[in-house]
């Protein structure tokens, strides 16, 4: 007799590659503000039950900070039971220098919310053994569980972190030498000066992300529109890095319409027909206060003599 053993995929679970496609860069900034939001409040945190969250520097994932911080203020988001892990940091720069990625995720995000800094985990790119720093990094993810969504975002070569073209794609978190076209994007930061940048960074692998539950990237504006096209459209590539993640079983890339300048035509109609069913995932939008409301409700005893 023939046994059938169906398994049944868990609400939320995704089990393939989703490419969201908004018309302008404020747009895609929300939705994925709102993603990370229903997906920390429906995690259900508390104090034995930390949402873990891979976080990005650059400017990509600016609109989508700020759009959690809003939630933040306005009461419907709280970050005291999430702990955070940055994919890099420059090797060199002081904690305190106004372009280290310590500070710009304190002066962009940390510094607006209510997470406590002890749950917040960036690389210390002073360290004095700095491959030790990635070991213990590593083992402090392995020791949260794991990250529960990592979120990310991707230079015009395809690169995540620092994970340049060439990278192993099941490297670690290392130390890592920059490529020239890295260095030149960021002098723009450092007063156009190319002797200011640095050349070295520590930085997530890209094995290291794969291993988080879920992946989220961020890629906006026509500059990365060739890289999507090798991140969606052609083979998985460690030329292209991004290009991993379409081996991740829940991976969703969200892009403005100027990102997709390079995909096909059909692709684009292919993903957009999906729209439908992917806005699901952010509406309807969850909120704390009606946690609260609903805890309050069942916590008032019935009338009684």
Known sequence: MLSWN??????????????IILDHYSQASEWAAKYIRNRIIQFNPGPDKYFTLGLP???????????????????????????TFN????????RDHPES????????????????????????????????ECDA??????????????????GPDGHIAFNEPGS?????????????????????FFEGDLAKVPTMALTVGVGTV????????LITGAH????????????VNHMWTVSAFQQHPRTVFVCDEDATLELKVKTVKYFKGLMLVHNKLVDPLYSIKEKETQKSQSSKKPYSD
Request: charged share 25%; proline share 3%.
């Open 168 to 188: 192993s794609l099941v490297s670690r978190t290392r130390v890592k030498t920059l490529a020239m076209d890295t260095i030149l994007a960021n002098a723009r």
């Open 101 to 132: 990625y310590h500070s710009f995720m304190w002066n962009n995000f940390f510094k607006h919310i209510d997470i406590h800094p002890e749950n917040t985990h960036i690389l210390d790119g002073n360290a004095a053994d700095l491959q030790a």
């Open 6 to 19: 169906l398994k049944i995929p868990k609400q939320g679970q995704q089990d393939n590659m989703k490419l």
């Open 87 to 94: 994919m890099d940091e420059y090797v060199g720069l002081p």
């Open 224 to 235: 990365k529109a060739f890289a999507l096209y090798k991140a969606i459209e052609e083979g």
């Open 57 to 83: 520097t650059g400017s990509t994932p600016l609109g989508c900070y700020q759009k959690l911080i809003e939630y933040y203020k306005n009461g419907d988001l709280s970050f005291k039971y999430v702990e």
């Open 210 to 217: 794969m291993d988080a539950r879920e992946v989220m990237i």
């Open 137 to 154: 990094f590593e083992e402090k993810i392995k020791a949260a569980g794991g990250i529960e969504l990592f979120v990310g975002g991707i």
